[in-house]
């Protein structure tokens, strides 16, 4: 018998009965002070069953959640705490887990999978750690789950190739085996339809594109220019990618035929690591500047204008990822003792939160719904995999093993 199958008596008796008893609006309200289990760093807005935006877990959560089980009050999206599309009894079970400290806050994301590496291959979990599945016993790296789901790339071997994984594991496929060339950076485009990479040979680097189902390989550049870091348009037709072909480098944009190549940057700084937010409006970079050596946190229009730094100070900004909803950027900070902590913050750069609080953290990615963290940290001594809420709350060792596990991606649910 589940849990949540043990508690409902208990949940029936402590939560339904003041639901039904509060009428409309309920009794007055409790200070939920004295329930408090995990409280957390700073507040995030629409956290699942924060249905009072306190940001922290209280007995006032469970009771509106099953206000709108029994039909008292409209069912809203953030009631559906487990991501199952429906709001039930365990999505307020789960709220009062966290009352009661039996789980951390924010509640975990249940919705996608988790994919990393290890000696031991690739291995696919759920999101709280739970079901891992080693799909492939092959060293790789970089495994990163296609948007639609149902299959992952990877780069493994000597020179470094670009295979496509599905997620049972049973088929795979090298996309990118290209003799004394190493393939690295792969990404796919927002249908799955194609996989974008940068290629190396002799000293140079171009972005080359691969149509997954065909095989059809386009060059977009082929000049020595040393390309690298494509991320896709939302709407598949552009990349953008970093690039020295003018002597220094800034952040370009071309079309997935090869044509409109366009400097975006245009600037005197040096400018790496795009990321595209998912409305197509914005990019976000690293540069660091001519002026002081400074590396900070930068985002632009997507055509190149409205350039804002969104970071200012002496420490080294960089690796930034929009969130899925292109409300927040996540990346890494290191200062002088050289640990890199994740850093969360709003997307014209206020709302700073140390999400690793001091301890490390490295190559992070985003739940699908935005509201956590997967990455990597050593801690403890060796790296594993842990996830935090963009607030700073709830961390979770998703591994704890005497070895090393590397390289996370949080996708999509295929079931």
């Known amino acids: 018998m589940c849990w949540f199958q043990r508690s409902i008596p208990l949940v029936v008796m402590i939560v339904v009965v003041p639901a039904l008893v509060g009428g409309c609006h309920g009794g007055r309200e409790t200070d939920p002070t004295d329930t408090q289990a995990a409280p957390v760093v700073t507040a995030q807005d629409n956290l699942p069953g924060d249905m009072n935006d306190s940001g922290s877990p209280d007995i006032i959560d469970a009771i509106i959640i099953l206000r709108m089980v029994v039909g008292v009050i409209d069912q809203t999206d953030q009631a559906d705490c487990n991501g199952d599309g429906a709001v039930n009894i365990v999505d307020a079970i789960l709220v009062l887990r966290c009352v009661v400290g039996v789980d951390p806050w924010p509640i975990a994301a249940l919705v996608g ?58 088929v795979s496929y090298a996309v990118y085996n290209i003799a004394d060339r190493d393939c690295r950076n792969a990404r796919w485009s927002p249908d799955s339809s194609i996989i974008a990479c940068a290629v190396s040979h002799e000293g140079d680097k171009d972005i080359w594109v691969q149509h997954v189902q065909t095989g059809a390989i386009v060059i977009l550049t082929g000049t020595a220019s040393y390309d690298d870091r494509p991320t896709w348009a939302p709407n598949g037709l552009r990349l953008a990618f970093q690039s020295a072909r003018e002597g220094r480098y800034d952040i370009w944009a071309i079309n997935r035929d090869g044509s409109g190549l366009t400097n975006l940057t245009n600037s005197e700084d040096a400018c790496y690591e795009p990321d595209w937010r998912s409305d197509g409006q914005r990019i976000c970079y690293r540069a660091t500047e001519a002026s002081t050596d400074e590396i900070n946190i930068w985002a632009m229009d997507a055509n190149g204008s409205n350039q804002q730094r969104l970071t200012d100070d002496p420490f080294q900004d960089w690796n930034p990822k929009w969130s899925p909803d292109g409300m927040k950027i996540v990346y890494e900070r290191s200062g002088d003792d050289d640990v890199p902590n994740l850093i969360v913050i709003n997307a014209d750069g206020s709302g700073y939160v140390d999400a690793t609080g001091g301890l490390g953290g490295c190559d992070a990615e985003w739940s699908p719904d935005s509201s956590k963290l997967v990455f990597v940290s050593d801690r403890d001594g060796d ?33």
């Open 113 to 170: 999978q988790i994919a990393y590496c290890s000696s031991d291959g690739v291995i696919v979990c759920d999101p709280d750690g739970t079901d891992a599945d080693t799909i492939s016993p092959i060293l790789s790296h970089h495994p990163r789950w296609a948007p639609l789901g149902g299959w992952l790339s990877v780069e493994r071997g000597v020179p470094w190739q670009i295979w496509r994984l599905r997620e049972d594991g049973h």
């Open 383 to 415: 790296r594993d995999i842990y996830t935090v809420g963009a607030n700073g709350g709830g961390l979770r060792a998703i591994t704890d093993t005497p070895g090393d596990e590397w390289d996370p991606h949080w996708g999509p649910d295929t079931d």
